[in-house]
């Protein structure tokens, strides 16, 4: 599978900016690069709609200097990828690097060798969720990572003591990464699936971590919901702090409450729980 970069630079750097990022997530880009006047925005080529993107940004065309899509091949954006990968800090505890890093030497150590362009732990929610792992251990838990990437979230989840950790992925090739970094890892409690809301084993799981966009959390909200029981804790991320909101009031008709919330450069975690 393939990636499109949209690279996009502006006649003026503001907060604007985030509101494009915003609706690009929401049609499905997954991840993205500041660079010094704009940013680049990253999808996969089975579902980019080039049409509908070119729509949306024909709102700020006043405003954009610059818009090009360019095509990396699977296997050429792996070695650009690990040229430019970096170990990420999450805490003094916790790093994520790959296996020709040099080792930290900290209590939890993660190693995902970069054969995705995403999901090493480089994005704020990955960092966000991961943050609260660390100081809520989900210490003998079941646990849904849906949407799981390369399976940085399912793989610190057992480290950190959880019984039985299932991620879910609609991506093969990222699942395909995520079992090799999970045996890398030692894991041995540990399923990762292909597949979507429907695809989720009939379980009922103690934390569900859904690192997604706001409109494919809604999309397959009741699926999510389905695997829970009333002492669950929904862990979400993937969106910003203006969809807070919207997703607190779609929780609320379940008889969920916010817990906690925390952000990262206006993208935002939202911590869910039974009342």
Same mark, same amino acid.
């Given at each position: ?20 990022? /915003?609706?690009?997530? =929401? ?16 999808? $996969? ?17 006043? $405003?954009?200097?610059?818009?090009? #899509?360019?095509?990396? *091949?699977? /296997?050429?954006?792996? +070695?650009?990828?690990?040229?430019? #990968? /970096? *170990? ?25 060798? *970069?054969?995705? !362009? #995403? ?7 990955? &960092? ?28 610190? !989840?057992? @480290?950190?003591?959880?019984? =039985? ?6 991506? *093969? ?6 079992? @090799?970094?999970? !045996?890398?890892?030692?894991? /041995? ?21 859904? %690192?997604?966009?706001? %409109?494919?959390?809604? =999309? ?5 919901? +389905?695997?829970?029981? =009333? ?5 979400? $991320? ?14 609320? &008709? ?11 450069? %206006? ?5 869910? +729980?039974?009342?």
């Amino acid at each position: 599978m393939n990636y499109i970069e949209l690279r996009l630079e502006f006649n003026s750097i503001s907060p604007f900016l985030d509101v494009i990022k /915003q609706e690009l997530a =929401d049609i499905g880009f997954d991840s993205f690069m500041d660079t010094d006047n704009g940013f680049s925005a990253f999808i $996969s080529e089975k579902i980019l709609d080039k049409n509908l993107v070119l729509s949306l940004l024909n709102n700020y065309e006043d $405003s954009i200097l610059s818009k090009n #899509f360019e095509e990396h *091949p699977y /296997q050429n954006w792996n +070695k650009k990828w690990e040229s430019e #990968f /970096q *170990p990420v800090v999450i805490n003094e505890n916790c790093v994520i690097r790959a296996s020709f890093h040099d080792s930290f030497d900290c209590k939890y150590e993660i190693i995902i060798d *970069p054969e995705m !362009s #995403f999901g090493t732990g480089h994005h704020e929610t990955t &960092r966000l969720i991961a943050i609260y792992l660390l100081d809520n251990k989900p210490i003998t838990k079941k646990v849904l990572d849906f949407g799981a990437g390369t399976g940085v979230l399912s793989i610190i !989840s057992e @480290k950190l003591g959880a019984a =039985d950790v299932v991620g879910v992925e609609v991506d *093969p090739l990222a699942v395909s990464n995520a079992v @090799k970094n999970a !045996s890398v890892n030692n894991c /041995q409690k540990i399923t990762f699936i292909e597949g979507s809301g429907e695809d989720i084993p009939n379980m009922a799981y103690d934390l569900v971590l859904a %690192n997604i966009n706001k %409109n494919t959390i809604a =999309d397959h909200w009741e699926s999510l919901l +389905k695997v829970t029981h =009333d002492k669950s804790t929904l862990v979400l $991320s993937g969106f910003y702090n203006e969809d807070i909101p919207y997703l607190e009031n779609l929780a609320s &008709r379940n008889g969920l409450i916010p817990l906690y919330s925390n952000s990262e450069n %206006n993208w935002a975690v939202l911590v869910l +729980k039974y009342n």
